[in-house]
């Protein structure tokens, strides 16, 4: 019974005996499909048209390609990027990760290791192979009609599938990467098929390759999906409308707007908040959904409209918890990802968004979004993000943090006390365990003790011990409140935060249930670049003071970096209370005074 095994080992929470046996006969089926795509390996699969187009010749086919095709792509009008060409002509390495040199290895996709202590991190990897830098280059092309950018774009992806035959090596171990990197072919693709430098047949035949792999290894489990299987949809549901010229397209586009859908239903809370605990990939998620949609609009694909009031309701999550800066609290996991990277942005710049809808970011208050357990309070220039989610994906986590009950604030036209970001996945997992620990969140530790159970060794896992819950919040146009708790530790943590707005100030009560004598550290991290001083029982930073009210304990300050896009790292303080023995209650004070000092 090793599948029955696996499945266990796979449990995490509550499932149903049917759900684990519906699991074990699918992971069953895929590992026959394994063993057929092992032994067809080498085997070169023709290209598959529809009829009509299997009938024509080469140059007919180039030829059709260049003039105007029912497949449309939607309407874009992001700035073009600067682009360099004498940046390009060089032989690129593909397979070559860019910190630590490995290169990896051609073998059977599902036999290569991904996780490695080298140093090196198949993210990085598989950034460059997403193949995003060739949407600038169309652009260009689409400005000049210089088929320089046209060559460059045809060299760089023979040399491309030159080096990464079908089924081999690290750009082929996962779907979601395939989907991704199918998409901004896609994208591509539309600029580039007036060349007649195009070879078209090739083009056809790489991206059918696309198609047939997702469709052999999609990411799907009975006991949870993510943003890597709604990515394999989405890649399909593209493949399908785009390029209705292969035979297998129909299917594709069918297969991949319902499923597109269903997960729309699974994923997205019923406040209109990704399910996985973090707003990077609510980014990430809201640009599949926005993306797709308005292709499927373009190509006359209707979408029932209850599902475009969730897609509005995903961006009006983003307006709400946008800082009064214009840039997003990092809370979760962020690796920067894009699905088309017309532009490259910051992994906190989710505004552009609202832009394509036009929502008007103007005017927002307080809002709640309980399903998520995420609740914004602002007035004019200050904000607070108080953070009461949970580990994400229905309990079983993989991107969430050990953030519960922590803030983020910003006041002034700045963000002071931030969430410190991801920085890396696999590179560093000392550093990955670091950055998703409670200590690195502006919340209370006590005895030492994580919120949920995390393992250095094990990354992408996370349990689900703390649980939180929202007991109360009230709004209105003095004040707002919000009484949250998590039982992730042997005493109970309570936090009251109270937000006057005439005083402008906020008032945290944190409140601890249970017996006994404990060591409880309160956190407070500061964003890069403030000067953080130490004034008795206080911290001032920014134009910001947080003082305990209730204790003369002195804070200690302590170098913790924050990590504003994945792989960056910046020098920054955090303040740490730390009382022993037995504690009820501790209260704060934050209050912007509005002198601001900045490190030279």
Known sequence: MPVLNKIKRALRGEVKLTTAAREALRRSRVSIQQRKERAKLDEIEPLVLTQNFARMSADELSEYFRGPREAKFFDH???????????????????????????????????????????????????????????????????????????????????????????????????????????????????????????????????????????????????????????????????????????????????????????????????????????????????????????????????????????????????????????????????????????????????????????????VGSQAFPDAGTYIMRDGDLYLCFNASGVGINGRGSHGHNDVLSIEVSAGGRAIIVDPGTYVYSADLAKRHEFRSTAYHSTVQIDGLEQNTIRVDTPFVIGNEAKPRVLEWKTSDDFDKVVGEHYGYPVRHRRTVTFDKRGRFWLIDDEFFGDGEHVYEARFHFAPGLDVRVNGASVEAGGLVVALLNSDIEPVLENQPVSRDYGQMNNAISACWRIEGRVSKLSWKVCFTGLQDLQD
């Open 77 to 363: 009008s992001w700035p073009l990027q600067c682009v360099d060409p004498e940046s390009f002509g060089k032989e690129i390495q593909w397979r070559r990760d860019p910190l630590s040199n490995y290169v990896w290895p051609l073998d059977y996709h599902r036999d290569i290791k991904l996780m490695r202590t080298d140093g090196s991190d198949i993210r990085v990897l598989w950034e460059l192979n997403r193949l995003g830098h060739f949407l600038p280059l169309a652009s260009a092309y689409a400005s000049t009609h210089d088929e320089r950018y046209s060559a460059e774009f045809i060299t760089q992806l023979e040399s491309w599938n030159e080096q990464n035959p079908y089924g081999r090596g690290p750009n082929w171990t996962c779907a979601m990467e395939v989907a991704l990197r199918a998409m901004n072919l896609l994208a591509a693709f539309e600029n580039f098929r007036q060349s007649p430098q195009m070879p078209v047949e090739f083009f056809l035949q790489l991206l059918q390759q696309h198609g047939n792999y997702i469709r052999r290894n999609l990411e799907f489990s009975y006991l949870a999906t993510s943003n890597h299987y709604l990515s394999d949809v989405v890649g399909l549901l593209w493949l399908g409308l785009l390029l209705p010229e292969l035979r297998d397209a129909c299917s594709w586009r069918d297969f991949g707007l319902d499923q597109m859908l269903r997960e729309m239903d699974k994923q997205v809370l019923a406040d209109g908040v990704d399910f996985e605990a973090s707003t990077g990939y609510h980014r990430f998620v809201t640009e599949l959904f926005l993306y797709s949609f308005l292709l499927c609009r373009a190509n006359n694909v209707a979408i029932k409209p209850r599902y475009w009031s969730k897609l509005r309701q995903m961006l009006s999550y983003i307006r709400a918890y946008l800082r009064p800066d214009g840039f997003a609290p990092l809370i979760g996991d962020t690796d920067g990802g894009q699905v088309l990277p017309f532009v490259c942005r910051r992994a906190d710049d989710h505004a552009y968004l609202l832009d394509i809808l036009n929502l008007e970011t103007q005017h």
